[in-house]
């Protein structure tokens, strides 16, 4: 076609079939009350309306009745404006399936005079579709991230927590080797761990970082301090460079600043077989109110091959595809120290040759504090010989056995008066009749969780509902979190925690301290021993085999307990239905005991959990059956 023929095509408005009646895109031209004045031939394509069929039809007929509403006053508003985009909605197609559209529309008053719309309309259901799915793997990545997080750092709590405090107390070299070997591989679960951890938080956007005084001349040495055994093992020369210029005050993370520093030291470590590792930290720039710091490691380990310098920072990516089968790892401990440099302004390089070693360099900018920030924090560490947690009463809910051992021990050695519980339940019947200075609630336990734990507490008469409760949570999501603050929870401490972790937890972040009044608990009272069972009947049907006749009482007095539990759990959140399961489960257990007095008792409960208005006694009731159950069971296991 020659330019003169294109002109005239043009003039004439030729290409409105090609760009509009035939286009990809529906056009929908309608009047201010959604009559239909005009369709394009794409409607069939899309929604499978034939060419002019919907002309003359009104186009709020084919939106999704739930969002009628919705789109009716969004069609209001563009009716005002020259000019409206992006407004989505569902319509009606011929299979009387609804389509994600979106439009953007020209309002033809502005244009004409004319009271219409020209609607140029888009399908978006694929782009819906995929941000639907897109927030499914979310939360399936985010609760597979909780549930291996609660699996993974529950063993490792016990693990790496016992080894600590025996460690303490053996003399032997031998053993003290054992346990630092525990120990180390403990640690190392522990990184993999929270690596998967922080780089999903740090995907998310949701990482925090605070602003605390502190002291690199204070930081530096002790983590240093903490590789010295390893490259012992190895022979190898660990030493590090302070700037006598860094010793002052500065304002950041120094935790975040310890986790980019192991990351670095510990590869170092892994990756030096022989020589000498330096860490250096240095004053690259000082300003009136900021340093930049610079840090170095510098290692004479195997070194990165120069096609791999570029990559060695992306996830899951390590020098070599052997290195994780021959030094193990997730691959992440690079791209989390680059990520949280970069999120504090800072920047990251390497320098390398292979087999001569490398050069991991940092530079972050901290503020410049005042000294007396860093005495504000330091008053608050331990410095006289008695202990803050000496004489403070703690509630510990914890069901794992070792946890439970660990985290005694820890409070014994403070010196604190410590009560356990293995499920909310116990714990609850515990705060009832003793007053604590906190409460450490795990968080996943059988019969009453830690979240309706603590929603229970919270409505328990005050002073005792304003108890500070900390979770002890394996889960370390942001979601977790927010679900135990949400619950009525004061904070939460991950699993694994260290003494120091609790220390800083309950001393300087709650600043929790002992009541000064001295609180006498009651010695727990047993019930007048009830002799309310039979064994006759048990005796009759059983054709007085005394093993069949012990088999079926240990099991009423190993299986009753639980189900005891679980339906007082339930009463105290209103589970009502339940809870009349529960009992009418356990219904003829007693029965079979010959126990006429409890059976009539629990046919009444069951019959009372199943009315639409409960007595307010019902609850108190519930407590007390079982209270008399278990005492029943102390008599029969006693027989």
């Given at each position: 076609?020659?330019?003169?023929?294109?002109?005239?095509?043009?003039?004439?408005?030729?290409?409105?079939?090609?760009?509009?009646?035939?286009?990809?895109?529906?056009?929908?031209?309608?009047?201010?009350?959604?009559?239909?004045?005009?369709?394009?031939?794409?409607?069939?394509?899309?929604?499978?309306?034939?060419?002019?069929?919907?002309?003359?039809?009104?186009?709020?007929?084919?939106?999704?009745?739930?969002?009628?509403?919705?789109?009716?006053?969004?069609?209001?508003?563009?009716?005002?404006?020259?000019?409206?985009?992006?407004?989505?909605?569902?319509?009606?197609?011929?299979?009387?399936?609804?389509?994600?559209?979106?439009?953007?529309?020209?309002?033809?008053?502005?244009?004409?005079?004319?009271?219409?719309?020209?609607?140029?309309?888009?399908?978006?259901?694929?782009?819906?579709?995929?941000?639907?799915?897109?927030?499914?793997?979310?939360?399936?990545?985010?609760?597979?991230?909780?549930?291996?997080?609660?699996?993974?750092?529950?063993?490792?709590?016990?693990?790496?927590?016992?080894?600590?405090?025996?460690?303490?107390?053996?003399?032997?070299?031998?053993?003290?080797?054992?346990?630092?070997?525990?120990?180390?591989?403990?640690?190392?679960?522990?990184?993999?761990?929270?690596?998967?951890?922080?780089?999903?938080?740090?995907?998310?956007?949701?990482?925090?970082?605070?602003?605390?005084?502190?002291?690199?001349?204070?930081?530096?040495?002790?983590?240093?301090?903490?590789?010295?055994?390893?490259?012992?093992?190895?022979?190898?020369?660990?030493?590090?460079?302070?700037?006598?210029?860094?010793?002052?005050?500065?304002?950041?993370?120094?935790?975040?600043?310890?986790?980019?520093?192991?990351?670095?030291?510990?590869?170092?470590?892994?990756?030096?077989?022989?020589?000498?590792?330096?860490?250096?930290?240095?004053?690259?720039?000082?300003?009136?109110?900021?340093?930049?710091?610079?840090?170095?490691?510098?290692?004479?380990?195997?070194?990165?091959?120069?096609?791999?310098?570029?990559?060695?920072?992306?996830?899951?990516?390590?020098?070599?595809?052997?290195?994780?089968?021959?030094?193990?790892?997730?691959?992440?401990?690079?791209?989390?120290?680059?990520?949280?440099?970069?999120?504090?302004?800072?920047?990251?390089?390497?320098?390398?040759?292979?087999?001569?070693?490398?050069?991991?360099?940092?530079?972050?900018?901290?503020?410049?504090?005042?000294?007396?920030?860093?005495?504000?924090?330091?008053?608050?560490?331990?410095?006289?010989?008695?202990?803050?947690?000496?004489?403070?009463?703690?509630?510990?809910?914890?069901?794992?056995?070792?946890?439970?051992?660990?985290?005694?021990?820890?409070?014994?050695?403070?010196?604190?008066?410590?009560?356990?519980?293995?499920?909310?339940?116990?714990?609850?019947?515990?705060?009832?009749?003793?007053?604590?200075?906190?409460?450490?609630?795990?968080?996943?336990?059988?019969?009453?969780?830690?979240?309706?734990?603590?929603?229970?507490?919270?409505?328990?008469?005050?002073?005792?509902?304003?108890?500070?409760?900390?979770?002890?949570?394996?889960?370390?999501?942001?979601?977790?979190?927010?679900?135990?603050?949400?619950?009525?929870?004061?904070?939460?401490?991950?699993?694994?925690?260290?003494?120091?972790?609790?220390?800083?937890?309950?001393?300087?972040?709650?600043?929790?301290?002992?009541?000064?009044?001295?609180?006498?608990?009651?010695?727990?009272?047993?019930?007048?021993?009830?002799?309310?069972?039979?064994?006759?009947?048990?005796?009759?049907?059983?054709?007085?085999?005394?093993?069949?006749?012990?088999?079926?009482?240990?099991?009423?007095?190993?299986?009753?307990?639980?189900?005891?539990?679980?339906?007082?759990?339930?009463?105290?959140?209103?589970?009502?239905?339940?809870?009349?399961?529960?009992?009418?489960?356990?219904?003829?257990?007693?029965?079979?005991?010959?126990?006429?007095?409890?059976?009539?008792?629990?046919?009444?409960?069951?019959?009372?959990?199943?009315?639409?208005?409960?007595?307010?006694?019902?609850?108190?009731t519930i407590n007390q059956f079982r209270s008399d159950c278990l005492n029943v069971i102390y008599s029969l296991s006693s027989e």
């Amino acid at each position: 076609m020659s330019m003169k023929n294109l002109e005239q095509y043009v003039k004439k408005g030729s290409f409105y079939k090609s760009v509009v009646d035939d286009g990809s895109d529906i056009i929908f031209i309608v009047d201010f009350d959604g009559k239909i004045l005009y369709h394009n031939n794409a409607v069939r394509k899309t929604l499978g309306y034939r060419a002019k069929s919907l002309i003359g039809k009104n186009f709020m007929g084919f939106v999704l009745p739930e969002s009628y509403a919705d789109f009716l006053a969004n069609f209001k508003k563009i009716q005002r404006r020259a000019y409206s985009q992006k407004i989505e909605f569902q319509f009606l197609c011929k299979d009387r399936s609804y389509r994600f559209l979106e439009f953007n529309a020209i309002n033809l008053k502005h244009q004409e005079n004319l009271p219409g719309l020209i609607l140029d309309c888009r399908d978006i259901t694929q782009r819906k579709l995929d941000a639907e799915e897109l927030i499914r793997l979310q939360k399936s990545k985010e609760q597979f991230l909780a549930n291996i997080s609660h699996e993974i750092r529950t063993p490792i709590n016990g693990i790496a927590g016992l080894a600590h405090l025996l460690h303490q107390n053996l003399q032997s070299e031998d053993m003290s080797s054992y346990l630092r070997a525990i120990q180390h591989s403990a640690d190392n679960l522990k990184v993999i761990i929270n690596d998967i951890l922080d780089l999903s938080a740090i995907e998310s956007g949701k990482l925090k970082f605070e602003q605390i005084a502190f002291n690199l001349h204070d930081l530096l040495p002790p983590l240093i301090n903490t590789f010295s055994y390893q490259a012992k093992e190895k022979n190898l020369k660990l030493s590090y460079e302070l700037d006598p210029k860094l010793n002052s005050i500065l304002l950041g993370d120094p935790v975040r600043l310890n986790q980019i520093l192991i990351n670095l030291i510990g590869n170092s470590v892994k990756f030096t077989n022989a020589g000498s590792i330096t860490v250096r930290c240095m004053a690259d720039l000082m300003q009136r109110k900021l340093c930049w710091v610079r840090i170095e490691v510098i290692d004479t380990g195997v070194g990165i091959h120069p096609e791999k310098l570029t990559t060695i920072f992306e996830s899951f990516s390590q020098a070599d595809a052997s290195v994780t089968r021959r030094y193990g790892g997730t691959g992440l401990g690079l791209t989390i120290v680059r990520q949280l440099v970069e999120l504090q302004n800072g920047k990251i390089s390497v320098e390398s040759r292979e087999h001569q070693g490398s050069t991991f360099r940092v530079i972050i900018p901290y503020a410049i504090g005042k000294a007396n920030a860093l005495k504000a924090m330091a008053s608050n560490t331990l410095k006289d010989t008695e202990h803050p947690g000496k004489n403070m009463r703690v509630l510990l809910v914890e069901d794992n056995d070792i946890n439970r051992l660990y985290a005694k021990s820890i409070l014994k050695n403070w010196q604190s008066e410590t009560e356990t519980a293995e499920n909310g339940l116990v714990a609850i019947e515990k705060l009832k009749s003793a007053n604590f200075d906190v409460v450490l609630m795990d968080v996943q336990m059988p019969v009453m969780d830690g979240y309706e734990t603590t929603k229970a507490i919270r409505q328990m008469d005050l002073p005792k509902s304003a108890t500070p409760i900390i979770a002890l949570t394996a889960n370390a999501t942001k979601i977790d979190v927010d679900k135990c603050l949400a619950a009525g929870m004061n904070d939460f401490l991950p699993k694994p925690f260290t003494p120091d972790d609790l220390y800083r937890k309950l001393f300087i972040d709650l600043k929790i301290s002992p009541s000064k009044e001295i609180v006498k608990r009651p010695s727990p009272k047993r019930s007048a021993q009830l002799k309310e069972y039979d064994l006759n009947y048990l005796r009759s049907v059983s054709g007085n085999n005394p093993e069949f006749m012990e088999e079926m009482v240990q099991t009423f007095v190993s299986s009753i307990p639980p189900i005891l539990d679980e339906m007082a759990a339930n009463a105290m959140i209103d589970n009502w239905e339940k809870v009349g399961n529960l009992a009418h489960q356990i219904k003829p257990s007693f029965i079979l005991m010959g126990a006429s007095a409890l059976k009539e008792r629990i046919i009444e409960i069951e019959n009372l959990s199943k009315e639409e208005k409960h007595p307010l006694t019902l609850k108190e009731t519930i407590n007390q059956f079982r209270s008399d159950c278990l005492n029943v069971i102390y008599s029969l296991s006693s027989e």
